[in-house]
């Protein structure tokens, strides 16, 4: 199992920066996909940016030059530096992982953290 927990999240100004923080724990063989999703009220979970084992990384277009996500192999954390934020940007954002829990297993599964709050407010 996986636990994730989060961190990073809070209030800022238009123009502000944050930096999310999510660290994965527990019993597992490896971590592949990391990813970045976010929720605003009243709308759908969408997936913000992504990042493989290998270092690919992929994003959506309205984060692209203000947002970037990066990973620690060794600490098991995915980062998410946001700058240049904007009121749209205000929204629950939540860490997902993909995991592989054994070395003789090839199967993976998806966890998630509890989520953080990020809202961009004057």
């Known amino acids: 199992q996986v636990q994730l927990v989060e961190s990073g999240g809070g209030l800022v100004q238009p123009g502000g920066s944050l930096r999310l923080s999510c660290a994965a724990s527990g019993s597992f063989f490896s971590i592949s996909v990391m990813r970045w999703y976010r929720q605003a009220p009243g709308k759908g979970r969408e997936l913000v940016a992504s990042?493989?084992?290998?270092?690919?990384?992929s994003c959506i277009e309205s984060v692209k030059g203000r947002f970037t996500i990066s990973r620690d192999n060794v600490k098991n954390t995915v980062y998410l530096q946001m700058n240049s934020l904007k009121p749209e940007d205000t929204a629950v954002y939540y860490c997902n992982v993909k995991s592989r829990l054994y070395r003789m297993r090839p199967d993976e599964y998806d966890y998630w953290g509890q989520g953080t709050q990020v809202t961009v407010s004057s």
């Open positions: 990042i493989t084992s290998g270092g690919t990384i």
